[in-house]
């Protein structure tokens, strides 16, 4: 296996990501099986999973793929027994599940006389259930699956839960209210698990990726025929880096949150990793 970039060494820990049957997730699996981690790869696409936990095992590393989805808490609480059974006790959770839905978007950024009555979905057309399903997926997507493994945590030195915020937490982006407060949610709850745990063992930090250009959001950021849409024009204004990141820029603010030497005394921060994004004011 490769070494890190910071050459953090994770031999004898196990290591759990959920949404890891997608792109920027299955590469923090990847990383951390690089670290010396073994690597339970969750999704509730299992195929997806287990094509990643097939790579990392061609690269020499130690994985395996569970079907999990992380609404369900007794769906969870199996899948956490089956990675103890199979792998060990959880050290390290990376809840990375998540995402978006058309239900809870806007088609326009602002809103316009006309609106309510116009061939278009406005503020007043998100759907309810749709919003429900980013904020759980999101939010309840987090706090199952710290429940389900945080128990193998508990009184033991050395664990930590990395969650997955986003620079939308800072200042929310138009169009996507739902995943922009459900991420600012994320952050809240980054601070509350922190000191929540404090006491057992446990640091809880997160990370905030900006624009990453990715299967997810490709539909926002490209047209059709591959070049760039209104939207991602803004995105790189506001950049002050004045472009997207990459998934391995990802890779020292991971490993350097779950590095026990690096940040033993670190819990409760979120880790902007945008560009500059969320410090820029525009002018």
Known sequence: MNKNVLNTDLTGKVAVVTGAGGVLCSYFAKVLARAG??????????????????????????????ACNVLEKETCYQVADLVEAELGKCDILINGAGGNNPRATT???????????????????????????????????TLIPTQAFARQMVGREGCNILNISSMNAYTPLTKIPAYSGA?????????WLAVHFSKVGIRVNAIAPGFFSTKQNAALLFNPDGTPTARTGKILAATPMGRFGESEELEGGL?????????????????????????????
């Open 37 to 66: 981690a073994k690597v339970a790869l969750l999704d509730l696409n299992f195929d997806a999973a287990k094509a990643y936990a097939d790579e990392i095992a061609a690269e020499g590393g130690v994985a395996k793929a569970y």
């Open 107 to 141: 088609d326009k950024e602002y809103f316009e006389l006309g609106d309510i009555d116009a061939d278009t979905k406005s503020f007043f057309d998100l759907d309810a259930s749709g919003v429900g399903f980013v904020f759980n997926l999101n939010f309840l997507g």
């Open 183 to 191: 991420k600012a949610a994320i952050s809240n709850f980054t601070q």
């Open 255 to 283: 490993l350097f949150l779950i590095n026990e030497k690096a940040a033993g005394f670190i819990t409760g921060v979120v880790l902007p990793i945008d560009g500059g994004f969320s410090a820029y004011s525009g002018v």
